[in-house]
C-alpha cells in the first residue's frame, strides 16, 4: 500500500519562504507523477503543482507561477514545493498526491493515493 506523509508546514510572514517534503513509503517511487494540491479555511480544494516521472515536465496554479518550484529525488522516494514570497492568500491545508500514470494532470480525481495534509499559515 501507497503511503505518502507531507511535512514543512509552518507560520511565516508574509513575504517567507517554506519547503513542503513528501516522503513516500509503502513502494518506492517507480514510473509515476506526483502533485501538490491545497485547500484555504472555508474553500474547495485547488491544483497547485504537478511534476511527471522524469522531473522534466511541470505544471503550476497560475498565482503561484516564478514563486513555487515542484521538485522530485527519486532514489529518496520524496517529492518537494519550495514556496517564496508567501502570500497571506497561500494560506490553506497543502496535500501530496500520488498518481500510478508517468504524465501530469492538474486532475484530482486522476490521483491515486493522498497524504494528510501539512498546515501552511501566512500572516499579513
Known amino acids: 500500500q501507497v503511503q505518502l506523509l507531507e511535512s514543512g508546514g509552518g507560520l511565516v510572514h508574509a513575504g517567507g519562504s517554506l519547503t513542503l517534503s513528501c516522503g513516500v513509503s509503502g513502494r518506492t517511487i517507480y514510473n509515476n507523477a506526483m502533485g501538490w494540491f491545497r485547500q484555504p479555511p472555508g474553500k474547495e480544494r485547488e491544483f497547485v503543482a504537478a511534476i511527471n516521472w522524469s522531473g522534466h515536465t511541470t505544471d503550476y496554479l497560475d498565482s503561484v507561477k516564478g514563486r513555487f518550484t515542484i521538485s522530485r529525488d527519486n532514489t529518496k522516494n520524496t517529492v518537494y514545493l519550495q514556496m517564496n514570497d508567501l502570500r497571506p492568500e497561500d494560506t490553506a491545508n497543502y496535500y501530496c498526491?500520488?498518481?500510478?500514470?508517468?504524465?501530469?494532470?492538474?486532475?484530482?480525481?486522476?490521483?491515486?493515493?493522498w497524504g494528510q495534509g501539512t498546515q501552511v499559515t501566512v500572516s499579513s
Open positions: 498526491a500520488f498518481r500510478y500514470p508517468s504524465e501530469i494532470t492538474i486532475d484530482s480525481t486522476e490521483y491515486q493515493y
